[in-house]
């Protein structure tokens, strides 16, 4: 396998930020991750481009000329990948994409924007595809990417909810609080899931007993009765399954959705989007 895109982005990434942990930060991928691509792309040319100093990382004096080469092999993918006029405005989320506004949102563009169409691309890693310039903007629960290289908005706020196997002691209940789910067997969701144990601070808080990458393998956990989980308002909106209870939880912080895309976007319908987005929503800019 040659060098791709991805090996450019990380390569340049390192070089900018002198860092390989910043660099990693920005990218959405692990350190491990990162520094194998930058491996794989030194062995792939046949040269060390990168070097540790004591003011962080730096390039060669061959990294230094492949820099340049990179820039412009990367600036002339991204320059072939922008979307002409009529290309779908491609909309990435992990999950439960504007939650209850999803609806009126994709009614509204299609009938003020009928030349542009939307697309809602689901992928676990929607930040990262955010990133690659795969999509053009990303509904993101919680945490944003990081770094000046992108804008955003806040869209909504959404509700916590616990997810009980329908068998479970609590499932009659009339209210939930925090407190009643000390000493649950917790299943977590640690790449697009938005709990953890810390939710409950330093008093009692329940035990993670297993985890998943993606919100489908967590219904079906906690359908099964390994354990019980914490989500937020769309997924109990949109992922009803039979054999789940979800409840709301009153004392839970609830968690901020913004819709993000990158400084350099160009898809020429994206500032349209986000004017709808905001009015549909009532959402802030930040």
Known sequence: MGVEIRHLRAFLAAVEERSITRAARRLHITQPALSRTLSDLEQHVGAALLRRSPRGVEATDEGEAFRDRAQRALDAFEQAV?????????????????????????????????????????????TARLEAGEVDACVVRGSVPDGRGYAGVRLHREERWAALPAGHRLAGAETLRL?????????????????????????????????????????????????????????????RHAEIVYMPLEDAPAVQVHLVWRRDAAHPALADFVETARRITGADRY
């Open 179 to 239: 407190a009643d789910l000390a000493g649950e067997g917790l299943l977590v969701n640690t790449v697009t899931g938005t709990t953890d144990p810390g939710m409950w601070g330093a008093g009692p808080r329940p035990r993670v007993v297993g985890d998943t990458a993606n919100v489908d393998d967590w219904i079906d956990l906690i359908a099964a009765g390994a354990g019980i989980g914490v989500t937020l308002g769309s997924v109990a909106m949109t992922r």
């Open 82 to 126: 922008r979307a002409p006029a009529g290309r779908p405005l491609r909309t990435g989320h992990a999950w439960g994409a504007f939650g209850p506004f999803t609806t009126p949102l994709l009614r509204a563009w299609r009938e003020e924007h009928p030349d542009h169409p939307l697309e809602l691309v689901r992928r676990d890693d929607a």
